[in-house]
């Protein structure tokens, strides 16, 4: 799916009917109160004032449909006049997947919204319950249907380490989201941010940190299965904000660069099958496309370190080649 420039406005926590466990908007996004079409207007005036043409209107946070149906109408009517001279071409909009029906998506089609992201977070009713979610996979299979029938884009979110979930369960998630056939996907590994329930989950010893190392194994698991079916995942990992970098993500898996971390732990996975086999005190070349040597190479030369001592190599080199395309090739061994 091609990516347009985002104009995002931030809607925390409207319409949202569940206090999902995990959750606070306003931390996550660093927007502590809710949007008005005041707020639509002046986004929209800078990019105007600027010059830019062609960009998407995203409302993000909360649950969009779900809220009062005056202020859907008001905030989208407020992208009008932006929408007829083309400083955006289109409107997204995130919602749970029990707060669509026929009618609202005829609604949000009139009014230019292209896009509709439904927050799946997990295909498992158990973990949708411990997470306090409110809704069931049957709701999101239902949803994801009635957005494709609109002729809308779907995009579906889910989460790994959900209360309840372990890695098995995050795999069939993101599987049977690719079932669904989302034109993108949005995979956001547990974070636990402070004031909420999780926290608490977490302080009295009834959930167990979801840390960065366990999602960036989950998160190697899961992406090459959205690759494998041509579903584009658009966000690994919540976006840094100085709030959450501040404090307010108190453990679990929030990291800056979580998606750097996880294409590097593809690579190494991939490497190391490709030295299965080779000598032991070998000097091996391996070659990767250039943009990907960084990857390869892993934080503070951490994948060639790895690498070198589990297979007793002398030395690793990574190598870049045009010709090695997405993945890892052997270049050279050296006895």
């Not at 800078?46 to 960009?55: E, V, W």
């Not at 009008?80 to 749970?96: F, H, N």
Request: charged fraction near 20%.
């Amino acid at each position: 799916m091609a990516r347009a420039r985002i104009i995002p406005v931030f809607v925390p926590h409207l319409g949202c009917p569940n206090g999902c466990v995990f959750c606070d908007q306003r931390r996550i996004s660093g927007s502590p109160l809710p949007a008005s079409a005041a707020d639509v207007t002046a986004a929209l005036d800078r990019a105007r004032a600027l010059g830019q043409t062609g960009a998407e209107l995203a409302f993000y946070g909360g649950s969009f449909t779900a809220v009062d149906p005056a202020l859907q109408r008001a905030l989208l009517q407020a992208a009008q006049p932006y929408l007829a001279d083309g400083t955006i071409r289109s409107v997204r909009l995130s919602t749970r997947p029990d707060a669509v029906d026929e009618g609202v998506l005829a609604m949000l089609k009139g009014y230019g919204v292209a896009t509709v992201e439904l927050g799946a977070q997990s295909m498992d009713d158990g973990v949708l319950a411990a997470s306090g979610r409110g809704h069931t996979a049957k709701d999101t299979v239902r949803a994801s249907e009635l957005v494709r029938v609109a002729g809308l884009k779907l995009v579906l979110q889910m989460m790994t380490g959900l209360p309840g979930s372990d890695r098995e369960k995050d795999v069939d998630t993101a599987r049977r989201i690719i079932a669904l056939g989302p034109d993108g996907a949005r995979v956001y590994p547990t974070v636990i941010v402070r004031g909420t329930a999780l926290e608490d989950m977490w302080r009295a010893g009834t959930y167990r940190e979801h840390t960065v190392a366990d999602a960036v194994a989950v998160c190697a698991d899961i992406l090459p299965l959205f690759e494998a079916a041509h579903i584009p995942v658009i966000r690994l990992g919540l976006n840094p904000t100085a709030e959450l970098s501040g404090g307010q993500a108190v453990a679990g898996a929030y990291h800056p660069a979580l998606g750097e971390l996880v294409r590097s732990e593809i690579l190494r996975r991939q490497a190391a099958a490709l030295l299965d086999g080779v000598p032991a005190g070998a000097e091996v070349t391996l070659g990767v496309a250039p943009e990907r040597v960084s990857a390869m190479t892993g934080q503070h030369r951490a994948n060639i370190e790895a690498l070198t001592a589990a297979f007793g190599l002398a030395r690793l080199r990574v190598k870049g080649l045009d010709e090695a395309g997405d993945g890892v090739v052997l270049v050279d061994v050296r006895i």
